[in-house]
């Protein structure tokens, strides 16, 4: 998917570059023709526009059904909102600010084979999660061909790539499975709780040297588009959306299993480790596989736990990752937006008599 938005950015490029020489071609003036240089653009012609959006956001990160980097489970996509106001500043070029709301989810037990080898460990894991999404940003728009007079002469459709930077406001939930690994019943089962204050790896315990993770972070959301003018006030646009994320818990995993006794609560010892429940957190039957047998169970500070899984709680063990520290998440939004330009409908057409 990278380098499919790398080569879309580099045919927008291209695209741009022809556009331009075509203009300059047709801009040349000999002296009996010439009729002076082109105009400057008229800030008369800035307009604004309120624009709402709808579309599927996805998430791509350490629950998903393989170790890609862009790995990601459709089962999963959930609804996107946008609200944005957008102001156009030249004859290319635009600015917005935006908010949106949306959904991520994740689930081991959905997203992982058990019966392939290269996706049993995460099955075995079988952590999940959801964390909505509020995203506050601004960012700025290049547009592929270019708009010298007002809104109402632009073009009937424009391709154009964008850049910005927003906050992301989230908070991971996990579901209480009915019962944990060991068979006990917790209070909140069938509850979604919030996972950060829990410290599921370590992050409130002494023994680890583990921060806590921020719950407002920041994004880098980037993409392409193209733009189709419906009428005088209206525009439609479709955009593909990118967001790097400077966090790698946006599902509550990145590091490693810790030990269980260093934890503060039953409840964080139940979400932290999640390999030996009977149900998944929906209450579907977990069948197990090769890794999930009594041969394969070790009893670590009073705990049962399948080895490797839970069982070890030293940095560096490559049995004891609980996920990938090297990469962080990222999500994408995928939109269809309308657009209405505000003012337009005091033009009038001239009338005659």
Same mark, same amino acid.
């Given at each position: ?15 741009? $570059? ?54 990601? =489970? ?65 960012r700025a728009e290049l547009f592929l061909y270019s ?9 009937? #459709? ?23 690994? #060991? ?8 509850? #979604? ?17 583990? =921060?806590?993770?921020? @719950? ?21 646009? $479709? ?18 299993? $810790? ?34 047998? =009594? ?41 269809? @937006? ?16």
């Amino acid at each position: 998917m990278r380098s499919l938005i790398f080569s879309l950015i580099v045919l927008f490029l291209s695209l741009s $570059v022809a556009d331009s020489y075509a203009q300059g071609r047709r801009g040349r003036q000999t002296v009996s023709n010439f009729r002076g240089f082109k105009k400057k653009f008229d800030r008369r012609f800035q307009y604004t526009t309120i624009d709402i959006g709808i579309g599927a956001m996805n998430y791509f990160g350490d629950i998903t059904p393989t170790s890609s980097s862009f790995s990601t =489970d459709l089962k999963f996509t959930r609804p996107a909102f946008t609200l944005a106001v957008t102001r156009r500043l030249g004859q290319r070029f635009q600015a917005s600010g935006f908010f949106t709301y949306g959904t991520l989810r994740g689930d081991d037990f959905e997203s992982a084979d058990p019966n392939d080898v290269d996706a049993q460990y995460r099955y075995v894991r079988n952590l999940s999660f959801r964390n909505r999404i509020y995203q506050v940003g601004a960012r700025a728009e290049l547009f592929l061909y270019s708009n010298n007079g007002t809104y109402i002469t632009r073009n009937d #459709w424009n391709p154009y790539i964008f850049a910005g930077v927003s906050a992301v406001f989230h908070n991971p939930q996990g579901k209480v499975g009915q019962q944990d690994s #060991w068979g006990n019943t917790l209070p909140e089962a069938g509850e #979604w709780v919030d996972l950060e204050p829990l410290g599921t790896e370590g992050q409130y315990s002494d023994a680890y040297n583990v =921060d806590p993770y921020s @719950k407002t972070i920041i994004s880098v959301p980037f993409g392409i588009g193209t733009t189709f003018k419906l009428n005088n006030s209206l525009n439609l646009a $479709v955009e593909f959306e990118y967001n790097l994320l400077f966090t790698d818990y946006i599902d509550d995993v990145s590091g490693y299993y $810790v030990d269980l006794n260093e934890l503060n609560s039953n409840l964080a010892r139940a979400m932290s480790y999640r390999s030996g429940e009977e149900f998944s957190s929906q209450g579907d039957v977990r069948p197990f596989n090769s890794l999930m047998t =009594d041969s394969n169970k070790e009893t670590v500070g009073g705990y049962e736990v399948y080895s490797g899984f839970g069982s070890r709680g030293g940095e560096g063990d490559f049995a004891n990752m609980r996920g990938n520290q090297n990469d962080n998440d990222l999500f994408i939004v995928t939109r269809v @937006k309308l657009s209405y330009i505000l003012g337009s409908g005091r033009i009038k057409r001239s009338k005659f008599r």
